[in-house]
């Protein structure tokens, strides 16, 4: 047993963080399993790494809770969302989820601040560097995208995207490593 280390409202955010990130990668596999009846074979396989990730951020918060001596409950997970229309509304889509979830990443750290929980704030920066990652790494998938369609979704070279997106990482560049 643990002593608590983290406040009884701090545990409470980070449990609903725990199960928002279990949400987002069950948004992403529902996203992937569209894709892939969709007949975009890379796509798909993108949003499965994807999802695998949320995944994984799902369990460092877990593994955080409990080891400063809360207790990580796992809670229902919402329903994901209908599916996209298109590949563009699914990315754009994958665009608002991730800004969404930057924002409640933020509110942590914010309350962390509040508390001088210097352990949560420190923890917290990671999930703030690689909301800056995710963003920008859908930030470049929609301009793959436009530059595909060229503003025209029935003439899109849809073939190429896909099959760039099978191969594409899961992080991208931030300005913060960038080296002349
Ligand atoms: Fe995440
Ligand atoms: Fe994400």
């Known amino acids: 047993m643990k002593t608590k ?4 409202k701090m545990e409470k955010a980070l449990n609903e963080q725990m199960t928002r990130e279990a949400f987002q990668a069950q948004v992403y596999l529902s996203y992937a399993s569209w894709a892939e009846v969709s007949g ?35 809670a229902a997970i ?3 969302p209908a599916d996209p229309k298109d590949i563009q509304d699914c990315l754009q889509k994958t665009l608002q989820h991730e800004i969404d979830n930057s924002k409640s990443i ?36 929609l301009d793959k995208y436009q530059l595909a369609a060229r503003g025209n979704e ?3 070279n849809l ?6 997106m099978s191969a594409a990482p899961q992080d991208a560049p931030i300005p913060r490593d960038a080296k002349l």
Request: charged share 30%; aromatic share 14%.
């Open 159 to 164: 073939y190429d995207l896909d099959r760039d």
């Open 40 to 74: 975009f074979a890379g796509i798909s396989a993108f949003l499965f790494k994807h999802s695998q990730e949320e995944r994984q951020h799902m369990f460092k918060f877990l593994e955080f809770i409990n080891d400063r001596g809360g207790r990580a409950k796992i």
């Open 5 to 8: 280390r983290i406040s009884t």
């Open 154 to 156: 029935k003439t899109a």
């Open 106 to 141: 933020d509110a942590i750290v914010n309350l962390a601040l509040e508390e001088k929980d210097w352990a949560t704030f420190n923890f917290g920066q990671w999930f703030v560097r690689e909301q800056i990652e995710e963003e920008t790494l859908v930030n470049n998938l």
């Open 78 to 80: 919402d329903a994901p």
